[in-house]
């Protein structure tokens, strides 16, 4: 049963436009949400995260929007750059707990 | 500064061989864990060691076992391998087990089994 789902494996967008991944989560304990960027042949990277208490964090060109009532997460990233193409990984944990729950992953690809 | 360093990088075992997947950390972390990667699943938890001297089970620790050899090094084991056990593995570590703080990734291991 996925705890965290990201439903859209791929997405393309043009290079300088705004890129948004969505992840949406089913556990209402889970109260720590973060980003993870992968590139092949390398581990996941933290990216940027937030906590329940808040409903936007942004760092540099990335921002986390965080609906609770939606259980809903999304990645906004402006503008949009080539090196930014990779695998995005949305996380979930309730922050009592041990274990980090990951979505299945969205391609992004920034076309130049 | 090396981060989480992951040995093998690549590992093709015949059904049944055993090996053990080697992982170290130079963050002083005190927890440390075991994730693999299937097409289609994300990252699922195998085991993970909140401090040294602690390992627990994951999501999917069966067909596995580790061991927290130290504050830095978490090695996981496969006693019997099995087809199903191909797959990518990710050994991660973060400060505390618990609160608000991201996990730090290796660059995983690619196990094949035959």
């Known amino acids: 049963d996925q705890q965290v789902k990201q439903n859209s494996p791929s997405l393309s967008v043009q290079e300088g436009r705004i890129s948004i991944l969505n992840c949406d989560y089913t556990n209402s304990m889970f109260d720590y949400f973060l980003w993870y960027k992968k590139y092949p042949a390398e581990g996941p990277t933290f990216l940027i995260s937030i906590s329940s208490i808040k409903d936007k964090n942004e760092d540099g060109r990335f921002t986390v929007f965080l609906n609770k009532s939606a259980k809903h997460l999304s990645l906004h990233i402006v503008p949009s750059q080539p090196g930014d193409s990779a695998v995005y990984f949305c996380?979930?944990?309730?922050?009592?707990?041990?274990?980090?729950?990951f979505g299945t992953g969205t391609r992004l690809t920034v076309i130049p | 500064n090396a981060g989480v360093t992951q040995t093998p990088k690549f590992q093709v075992l015949k059904t049944g061989q055993s090996m053990t997947l080697q992982c170290a950390q130079d963050?002083?972390?005190?927890?440390m864990y075991w994730y693999r990667q299937d097409p289609g699943m994300g990252l699922r938890l195998i085991y993970y060691?909140?401090?040294?001297?602690?390992?627990d089970k994951g999501e999917v620790p069966n067909g596995y076992n580790v061991s927290r050899l130290n504050k830095r090094e978490f090695s996981l084991r496969l006693e019997s391998a099995a087809p199903s056990q191909t797959s990518v593995y990710f050994c991660a570590s973060k400060s505390t087990p618990g609160g608000y703080s991201p996990l730090h990734f290796g660059n995983g291991t690619r196990l094949t089994v035959t």
């Open positions: 060691s909140a401090s040294e001297g602690t390992t």
């Open positions: 963050m002083n972390h005190n927890s």
């Open positions: 996380a979930a944990k309730d922050s009592g707990a041990n274990n980090l729950f």
